[in-house]
């Protein structure tokens, strides 16, 4: 049975940094390409990071692109999202999936796998 499990969610001011964390069990987990998502009230599921099997590639959406860096630890079967610079409009409730994808990333909902259960984060001015 696949879970993805995300923590490190939580309120935070402005300005300030959060570290999310997805641990992954029930898969190979250096033969899925992850990603992060996010998704505010009203709005629609965004891929916000994406990164490739190796780590050696990733992909930023533009509206975090410098404060956001996503990371892998194959050994430990997690993967992260490291999240400066936090703006209001960040808030959202962010989402772990896994891909099969062979090559590359994915950034789309449809091209993901198995998905975590998601983890608030709120930032307040």
């Known amino acids: 049975q696949v879970q993805l499990v995300e923590g490190g969610g939580g309120l935070v001011q402005a300005g300030g940094s959060l570290r999310l964390s997805c641990a992954a069990s029930?898969?190979?987990?250096?033969?899925?390409?992850m990603g992060w998502f996010r998704q505010a009230p009203g709005k629609e599921r965004e891929c916000v990071a994406a990164?490739?099997?190796?780590?050696?590639?990733?992909y930023y959406a533009d509206s975090v692109k410098g404060r956001f860096t996503i990371s892998r630890d194959n050994p430990k079967n997690t993967v992260y999202l490291h999240m400066n610079s936090l703006k209001p409009e960040d808030t959202a409730k962010y989402y772990c999936a896994a891909s099969k994808i062979r090559i590359g990333y994915a950034v789309v909902t449809g091209h993901y796998d198995y998905w975590g259960q998601g983890t608030q984060v709120t930032v307040s001015l």
């Open positions: 990164i490739t099997r190796s780590g050696a590639d990733t």
């Open positions: 029930g898969l190979t987990f250096s033969s899925y390409a």
